[in-house]
């Protein structure tokens, strides 16, 4: 059994938060005074990593549902009115658009990791990959923000948005694997938000829109820390012409089902899983899966994955780390009904295949579940943020309040 003990767990070792439940909601609770004008107002200044006040730095758990959207939403509801907290909200909200943007259209992640595969082959340009990821370009912002990636796996916002610029139009690299970089060392590397993020920077998302990081921009949202050492790109650099594939309809989810008691298993997309499966059935035990051979395969930094496996823990008694043990805990389960979360397109989604293979084999009956939120959002992600963004008011009245 791979539960019960934290081996060589990093997560909680300062630059690195810890990752439990606990720890989550005293940030949220430290945050949320701050949720309302002062985060619209300051959110875009990058203070640098010794003040972060005027963010919450609270993805690294929302990314697993160690702390879900609707609580989140919901403890700046209380504390602020609709308008100030409006901003704030958004936000949250835009992790859901690109979750739902790229769960329609799923094509895009898996052409995105096959091009990261052949572009990680070219010699020709891992000399220029690996001077940017190890922060030896030159460019002092730009050094400065890789170190800071990898050494706390956390950037600002704004930060994130002039290094995946530089990266793409002033060093002209491939966008692929600035994105595999980021999605390998960020605490909340997220495939939606992340790979979606670099295609917007790069000019992929919105026919004729790129994000151009300017020194201007840079010096004064830094507070003047850098001196920006570099003639940064002023044109973007010409992608190949791109069509966005149809969207694919949603799959529906499966219904709960007549069972009493059920089994229920976390995957690190919603830790939460279990909450809210259980205010609706009755859960009897339940699991983790962690794929770790997938994570070594994808080549995610240990503090990443140390913390994801330890919030799991938190949250689960005991975590299975391959399918062999998934197999022989889905094959002694007495009750013949195993529900989970339906995890978004990603790792985890990859391997549910194999995961229904299990539950197969053994006669149990899998059940997919979609969270409310995800099933109300989802069908909006269809064109940009601003249509998407009409459905957070039915959202707010409909669900956040609602835990289950
Ligand atoms: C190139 C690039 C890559 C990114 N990669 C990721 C990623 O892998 N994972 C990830 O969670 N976010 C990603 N983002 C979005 C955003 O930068 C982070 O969510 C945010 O900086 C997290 O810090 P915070 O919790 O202090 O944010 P806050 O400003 O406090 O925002 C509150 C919450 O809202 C959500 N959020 C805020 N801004 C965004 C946004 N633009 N897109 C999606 N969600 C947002 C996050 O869940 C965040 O925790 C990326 C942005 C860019 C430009």
Same mark, same amino acid.
Not at 161 to 188: Q, Y
Not at 289 to 309: E, K, L, S
Not at 313 to 332: H, K, Y
Not at 365 to 379: A, G, I, S, T
């Given at each position: 059994?791979?539960? =019960? ?23 949220? /609770? ?17 203070? =640098? ?19 879900? /959207? ?29 979750? #739902? ?8 992640? !898996? ?12 010699? #020709? ?10 922060? @030896?370009? #030159? ?18 916002? *704004? ?9 793409? *139009? ?5 966008? /692929? ?56 790109? !002023? ?15 949603? @799959? ?20 939460? &899983? ?11 035990? #339940? ?9 070594? &395969? ?18 689960? /008694? ?9 197999r022989a805990w889905v094959e002694s389960l007495?009750?013949k009904?195993l ?18 293979q299990v539950c197969g084999d053994a006669g149990v009956?899998l ?21 998407? @963004?009409? &459905? ?8 956040? =309040?609602?835990? =289950?």
């Amino acid at each position: 059994m791979a539960g =019960g003990v934290l081996s060589g767990d990093m997560s909680s070792s300062p630059p690195f938060p810890s990752a439990r439940r606990e720890a989550a909601l005293a940030a949220l /609770e430290d945050f949320i005074p701050r949720a309302g004008w002062n985060y619209a107002e300051q959110r875009n200044h990058d203070n =640098g990593p010794s003040d972060r006040t005027n963010v919450s730095m609270l993805s690294p758990w929302i990314r697993l549902r160690q702390l879900t /959207e609707w609580e989140t939403v919901a403890a700046a509801r209380r504390e602020h009115d609709a308008n100030s907290a409006g901003k704030f909200i958004d936000e949250v909200c835009w992790r859901t658009y690109w979750k #739902g943007w790229l769960q329609l259209r799923p094509s895009i992640w !898996t052409d995105y990791r096959r091009r990261v595969a052949r572009l990680q082959m070219d010699e #020709g340009m891992r000399g220029g990959v690996q001077a940017a990821m190890t922060g @030896k370009t #030159g460019i002092d912002c730009f050094d400065a923000w890789a170190q800071e990636l990898v050494e706390t796996g956390y950037l600002h916002n *704004h930060a994130r948005m002039w290094t995946a610029s530089i990266w793409i *139009h002033t060093l002209k690299l491939p966008w /692929e694997l600035g994105a595999d970089w980021f999605l390998r060392h960020l605490l909340d590397g997220d495939p939606a938000s992340n790979t979606l993020s670099w295609r917007w920077v790069a000019g992929l998302h919105t026919a004729g829109k790129t994000y151009l990081a300017t020194r201007a921009n840079i010096r004064r949202h830094t507070n003047d820390r850098f001196e920006v050492n570099a003639e940064l790109a !002023t044109a973007p650099v010409a992608m190949p012409d791109f069509e966005l594939p149809p969207i694919q309809p949603l @799959k529906p989810g499966a219904d709960w089902g007549e069972a009493d008691e059920v089994a229920v298993l976390l995957t690190e997309d919603d830790l939460s &899983a279990a909450d809210w499966i259980s205010s609706r059935t009755n859960v009897s035990t #339940g699991a983790g899966f962690f794929p770790t051979a997938a994570y070594t &395969a994808a080549g995610i930094a240990d503090p990443v994955v140390a913390f994801r496996r330890a919030a799991m823990m938190d949250r689960t /008694e005991a975590v299975w780390d391959d399918l062999g043990a998934l197999r022989a805990w889905v094959e002694s389960l007495p009750l013949k009904r195993l529900i989970m979360a339906e995890p978004p397109v990603g790792l985890t989604a990859e391997l549910m295949p194999e995961i229904r293979q299990v539950c197969g084999d053994a006669g149990v009956d899998l059940r997919v579940v979609r969270h409310d939120w995800d099933h109300h959002f989802w069908p909006h992600a269809t064109h940009g943020f601003f249509r998407f @963004k009409k &459905a957070i008011p039915a959202a707010l009245s409909q669900l956040v =309040g609602n835990q =289950g």
